[in-house]
């Protein structure tokens, strides 16, 4: 039996982002090729991969007009405990995306080297940024043509606005993909095409070997001696501590699909990432092997089981040890009660969990006591970790029911569906929910939101398109009836009645500004 502080020592965890296509459940694959998956229903029974089992669980939840799950994989490899958080992307994207990675001590970013940096990452890169946590990049696909490496380096410090350290270097790349230079042991790894199996013949040849022209394509061998001699001499310098605070993003190359780089790349990603850290909460730090339990939900699924129309709550194991029986204390409701059927682990199946500690993340069966945010605790504790922000929605329509006598039922169910947080809620100021403005990250929500409101609350409603395109959280103190607009802008509420404002355009944002002194706003809602 290891100790506490051993097993909380042992995990990682870390949300994997990246734009659809460029690689993320391939590179997920291949990291659990080399580890024992102790938790990943679906892929293990009757062989299936682990991309059709997470896919044909979307697509299920999908018919069913639920959210779709980020789901939670667990491996072990090399004595290391690892907590992998996916998160969808195309038109399942939605805010639920951005909440796991509030669960995360730290992101990996693939990135297609054919592509560079896409929207959707983009999105991501800013919540891990607000969180200052490490962010590694893994620029996949070397076998196919990429664009000049220095070029993606590039991309990635303008756009995402983080400085590049690669830790590895490609020489060439599609048909001329001979390998990349690790620059900490000063050898290259070579690639040889193979069917993408955990057992790859990797030669390490050493700079000085006599034979590396004829091993090498024509100019490969020149390019890639000037490539190192200006990295070393122009490039960023490795430093652990902007890395351990994301202020610099080491960078590797492979491809996941031959499964290239891909075991380096897990182990140095061991090394530069850390296990949990404290967490504040209240003004204190709350260390992962306090002897106390300490847990937050981030996220609140329903109807995962459409028989059971249940809700799932997921929270974030911040400090201490869960087991399946104990007694824990709900903050914010006040009340003490056992979690009931625990559960690791979001496809298909659901496990139950025995025990876990500081890093991991749990499921447990919420009779709809809990709101995304909220701390759980051993009882005795009465800390508060700090809520989740609200992340601004992309796309808005006008929401009304279409049968006026059912509108306790529809006030009832837009409250809840918005308090487990798949959609917000506005209004305008100073009205009640006649018409209400809903907002979404990501467009499958509306579906989700009539489906849900016309099968467990019996609502037909009405949804009409809004020309809006932009919401920003009013943060200073201005009377917003004094405020000067322009004539596109609208002035809205949320539930907690802050004021915000629709924009139609970024242009109109600019134009608020200019026209208002002393008017600030921001694309988040802060936490409680
Ligand atoms: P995701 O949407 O980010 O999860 O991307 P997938 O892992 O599903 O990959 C998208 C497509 O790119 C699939 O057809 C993969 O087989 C392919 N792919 C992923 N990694 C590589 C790679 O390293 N090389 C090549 N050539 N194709 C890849």
Redesign the pocket.
């Known amino acids: 039996m290891s100790t506490l502080t051993e097993q909380i020592e042992k995990r990682r965890t870390f949300a994997i982002i990246?734009?659809?296509?460029?690689?993320?459940?391939?590179?997920?694959?291949k990291l659990l090729l080399y580890g024992g998956a102790i938790n990943l229903a679906g892929s293990v029974k009757g062989k299936r991969t682990a991309?059709h089992a997470v896919s044909d669980w979307m697509e299920i939840e999908k018919q069913r007009g639920i959210s779709v799950t980020s789901s939670v994989l667990q491996f072990k490899y090399d004595g290391y405990c690892i907590n992998i958080l996916d998160t969808p992307?195309?038109q399942d994207f939605s805010e639920d995306t951005y909440r796991t990675l509030m669960a995360a001590d730290s992101a990996v970013m693939?990135i297609?080297a054919s592509k560079g940096v896409e929207n959707q990452t983009k999105k991501l890169f800013k919540v891990c940024v607000m969180r200052h946590i490490p962010i590694i990049t893994f620029i996949?696909?070397?076998?196919?043509d990429a664009q000049n490496p220095f070029d993606l380096l590039e991309d990635i410090e303008n756009v995402l606005g983080i400085n590049t350290c690669p830790m590895n270097w490609p020489i060439g790349s599609g048909k001329e993909f001979k390998g990349v230079y690790d620059r900490k042991k000063g050898k290259i790894l070579s690639y040889t095409a193979n069917n993408g199996q955990r057992e790859v013949e990797q030669e390490e040849i050493p700079l000085d070997d006599p034979d590396l022209d004829s091993k090498l394509f024509y100019g490969q061998k020149d390019t890639l001696f000037d490539d190192i001699d200006l990295l070393d001499g122009a490039g960023n310098e490795f430093d652990i501590d902007m890395v351990r605070s994301g202020q610099l993003t080491p960078v590797f190359f492979?491809?996941?699909?031959?499964n290239?780089g891909v075991e380096p790349f897990l182990q140095e990603f061991l090394q530069l990432t850390t296990a949990p850290l404290a967490r504040e909460a209240g003004g204190e730090m709350i260390a992962p092997d306090s002897d106390f339990f300490s847990a937050f939900v981030f996220k609140i699924q329903a109807n995962m089981n459409k028989a059971h129309r249940d809700r799932v709550a997921f929270m974030r194991i911040c400090s201490g040890k869960f087991d399946k029986n104990m007694e824990v204390y709900h903050v914010q409701g006040d009340r003490k009660m056992k979690l009931s059927q625990p559960q690791q682990i979001m496809a298909q199946e659901r496990e139950v969990v025995e025990e876990a500690y500081a890093g991991d993340i749990i499921g447990v069966f919420d009779p709809g006591m809990f709101s995304i945010g909220d701390t759980i605790v051993s009882p005795g504790q009465k800390f508060a970790f700090k809520g989740i922000p609200t992340f601004a929605p992309e796309h808005f329509a006008l929401v009304r029911q279409k049968d006026t006598m059912k509108r306790k039922q529809f006030v009832k169910g837009m409250n809840q569906i918005a308090q487990e947080g798949a959609i917000q809620i506005f209004h305008e100021p100073e009205s009640g929910m006649e018409e209400v403005i809903v907002g979404v990250v990501g467009v499958l929500q509306f579906d989700v939101l009539k489906y849900r409101l016309e099968n467990e609350y019996n609502v037909e409603i009405i949804m009409e398109n809004t020309p809006y395109q932009f919401i920003r959280w009013i943060t200073s103190e201005v009377d917003y009836k004094a405020l000067d607009l322009a004539s596109d802008t609208k002035v809205v509420a949320d539930f907690r009645d802050n004021k915000l404002l629709l924009f139609r355009s970024e242009w109109s944002i600019d134009w608020a500004l200019e026209h208002n002194k002393g008017l600030t706003l921001q694309d988040f809602g802060n936490a409680e």
Do not use: C
């Open positions: 990246s734009h659809p296509d460029a690689g993320k459940t391939t590179l997920t694959e991309k992307g195309h693939v297609d996949n696909k070397m076998d196919r492979g491809s996941a699909l031959t290239f």
